[in-house]
């Protein structure tokens, strides 16, 4: 995606968010709340909470290595998963900004293949947790009685159908490849198939190695299903943080109390609109339209100011730490995970040529 283009897609997403705020009834906000030093120990409530979340998914990485878990310490797969997702928000198309860079990071201690396969079943196992998360949430809208307006439960309605399926053919087709005919279906794309079919034919036998790493992992129950509970953990621990905020900022305002459940139908829809105009960075305002939405279901929407301010500072913090630790690795290891780069992927010396991607990069060049 062209740079005007982030940039034009980040200034709507703000431009949204700005909006949300300026139409809000802002003068019932919970303000003073905000500016307690109560509201610090908040914070640093859901900063432990996002560590313990980073702790989960690089435990979760190294399950997925198998037998090559003992060639990364686990600080710099820590590393990894941080700098990687720092790099998710702050691009569009979020989900794939940071994969790039965690290959790059982990072919110092690993092979080119087992590291691409490894960051591709990790970033499958991640997706699929957002799945299931969806779909308890949907579960608990419908448990709810349907708060929001028709259409919000028609659309819910259709998404949960739809996750679901998704889900039943994500675990009934386990055991088939995913490189190599995902490749072969892009290359089908009118705007793709002059230049990826040769591409995809010469590198061939990297992708097909690719897909038995998968397989490897997929056909083992044990590591499958606890890799997939964990990333499932991890949603529900974020759920845990809304529920922390909205339980902070609504206690003493009247209505009922807040509990998990709020939290979570609150953080998986707006988890769900976020994700579905994923070409905003950071989810600017697509998230907080989300928020906003959910809020309305549990009769606390007038708490979504200090909520999306508590929520974003403890977002750029830890954006602002993956980014210096990209930098910091940049300088200490020579990795960078976009100038340093060839079009074929060689950094160093590894024991399988990685994918040549050259051919698809032509257009896609800015």
């Known amino acids: 995606m062209k740079f005007r283009y982030r940039i034009i897609f980040f200034v709507i997403g703000i431009a949204g968010m700005v909006a949300l705020i300026l139409t809000g009834d802002l003068k019932n906000q919970p303000w003073d709340k905000l500016w307690s030093t109560e509201t610090l120990l908040l914070l640093l409530y859901c900063i432990l909470v996002w560590i313990g979340i980073y702790v989960i998914h690089s435990i979760a990485y190294l399950i997925i290595m198998k037998e090559d878990w003992k060639k990364v310490p686990f600080h710099v797969m820590l590393r990894v998963c941080t700098c990687g997702f720092a790099l998710n928000n702050v691009t569009p198309a979020g989900l794939v900004g940071g994969e790039p860079y965690r290959i790059m990071a982990l072919k110092r201690h690993i092979s080119t293949a087992r590291a691409t396969s490894s960051t591709l079943t990790f970033s499958l196992m991640y997706t699929f947790g957002h799945f299931l998360l969806w ?7 419908f448990a709810y009685g349907l708060p929001g307006p028709l259409w919000v439960s028609i659309l819910l309605g259709i998404m949960g159908g739809i996750l679901i399926l998704i889900g039943i053919i994500f675990v009934i087709k386990r ?37 038995d790493n998968i397989r490897d992992f997929r056909g083992d129950p044990v590591r499958y299903v606890t890799v997939l509970s964990m990333e499932l953990g991890t ?4 759920a845990f943080e809304y529920y922390l905020i909205l339980k902070f900022f609504t206690d003493g305002l009247g209505g009922p109390q807040v509990t998990y459940l709020d939290g979570l139908l609150v953080m998986s829809t707006a988890s769900l609109i976020g994700n579905l105009l994923f070409v905003v960075p950071m989810q600017a305002g697509t998230r907080e339209m989300g928020t906003t939405i959910a809020l309305n279901f549990i009769d606390k929407a007038n708490a979504f100011g200090p909520l999306f301010l508590v929520y974003r500072v403890r977002e750029f913090l830890f954006i602002a730490v993956g980014i210096i630790l990209v930098l910091f690795g940049r300088k200490h290891e020579n990795v960078n995970p976009v100038a340093d780069v060839s079009p074929s992927g060689e950094i160093g010396q590894t024991s399988v040529d990685p994918p040549d991607f050259e051919g698809s990069q032509d257009s896609k060049k800015e």
């Open 135 to 141: 779909i308890i949430g949907s579960i608990v809208y």
């Open 175 to 211: 055991k088939n490849g995913f490189a190599y005919p995902t490749m072969k279906f892009l290359a089908k794309l009118p705007f793709l198939r002059k230049k990826l079919p040769a591409v995809v034919e010469k590198n061939k036998q990297s992708y097909i190695e690719i897909d």
């Open 235 to 238: 949603r529900l621990l974020e």
